[in-house]
């Protein structure tokens, strides 16, 4: 029986080394799909928020395909479905080719697309929350509605979203464990290889726990940091 | 006289704005067209695939799966509730240990991902399978049915105890002193007063909490139990054909749907009084 730090050190026998890879892929993969999610989330909040029905029609189904299907099943579809797509797409040219999707873009695609979903419902709400005044303010000072955009709304935008896009961003750590479905290798599959190697499943899925914990926690800090950076240039204001 | 109303004939009013085809409405129905051609062509290519064997053979498991799912989402919703009374209650309580233990119960259940939590009851618990055996609980945590429903209760229970305390907090402070000036005690302020507005409050987050619930059950498919996600992958490892997904995509999306429109449908039917 060997001691639970024996396994966990860094080295060819224990795991951390392992457990710390998975840590970095986790972090890369959530760090990826964060302005990817942020991106499109904007936009679709644009639309959504658009004086054109068509636009906010587009918009609202986007959410409500993106919101309504489990995670794990839109992860599925993605990687599945864009590689039976795409080898569609290449038979015609190449008929014996065989494509092989990786699986850390179908996860940070996957994952950008949910994030984006519920990161446009926290953009529109807090473009609800800018009065109409502002807009009207930037265009009677002569700006063009893209500066507007961006030097007065965009500001302003950020400090109220601020709140529900951390939430977000703690939801989508917790929902990069769901790649490890898919093979990539992030913290919980690499610990679910250990627990299975070393009989210590109970240790190694707490640890996985305690990892994530230990990412919230540091992500709070940081969400702190910025909250009170945002904050600070309202108050020089 | 004459003069003003000269001027109010001859004031320019500012052109109405035009209703042509600005840029904006082409892109949007563009994007509408673009979603038309997906539903479309999701339409005909589950009819052009469609395969008469392979539904009389699959779709008994898919409803198979839908149940299991619904019973899961229910009974680990039912319990949570339950177990969400006491964590609720130490979690506002003012003694200390009691405030610091339910604090730490829900930043562990809020903050690690259910299938972590999942994994480390399933295969974890399997760790201490001599004690369990000793103990009589072994055949509970054998099965991955019992282990789902034991994650996902206390997942949610950490869940619902937060909603239940933001809804109880939301309620003026007030109307519990207006309550205790009546007589009324902590109890009875707490049944006929508090909780009749807090779950106004709570309703919607609830709804929520059952969504999050029903999308986040997909997961336990990794852990053999076959619900809907776990009857899908079932098909698609058995057949390779990708509509099987689509067809799990389809009866998600609808359930969660109807669930949300119930849930507002609620909502409207008891805040009838406060609309005006």
Known sequence: MQS?????????????????????????LALVTLP?????????????????????????????IFRGLPELLTLFLVFYGAQIGIQQVVRLVRPEAVVEINSFVAGMLALGVVFSSYASEVFLSAFRAIPRGQYEGGYSVGLSSRQTMRLVILPQLVRIALPGLSNLWLILLKDTALVSAIGLTDIVRQSSIAARVTKHAFMFFGVACLIYLALAIISSFGIGAIERWVGKREAQR | MSASSETAVKVQRPPAPPRGWSRERIMG????????????????????????????????????????????????????????????????????????????YVYFFRGTPLLAQTFLIYYGFGSFRPQLEAVGLWSFFREAWYCAVFAFALNTAAYQAEILRGAIESVGKGQWEAASALGLSKLQTLYKIVLPQALIVALRPYGNEIILMIKGSAIVAIITVYDLMGETRRAFSRTFDFQTYLWAALLYLSLVEALRHLVDWIERRITRHLHR
Do not use: H
Not at chain 1, 5 to 28: E, K, M, N
Not at chain 2, 56 to 84: D, E, F, H, M, Q
């Open chain 2, 29 to 104: 129905w563009a994007f509408v067209g673009l979603w038309a051609a997906l539903g479309i062509s999701l339409v005909t290519y589950l009819f052009s695939a469609w395969n008469p064997e392979l539904f009389a053979k699959y779709a008994p498991s898919y409803l198979s799966g839908l149940r299991v799912t619904l019973t899961l989402v229910a009974v680990s919703i039912v319990l949570g509730a339950i177990l969400s009374l006491p964590i609720c209650y130490a979690r506002m309580s003012k003694n200390r240990v009691l405030n610091a233990v339910s604090y730490g």
């Open chain 1, 36 to 64: 990817l999610g942020l991106l499109i989330g904007f936009l679709v909040a644009l639309a959504k928020q658009s004086s054109e029905a068509s636009m906010r029609l587009a918009g609202n189904i986007y959410t409500t």
């Open chain 1, 4 to 28: 639970v730090w024996a396994l966990l050190s860094f080295g060819p026998d224990g795991w951390g080394d392992d457990l710390a890879y998975g840590v970095l892929v986790t972090v890369s």
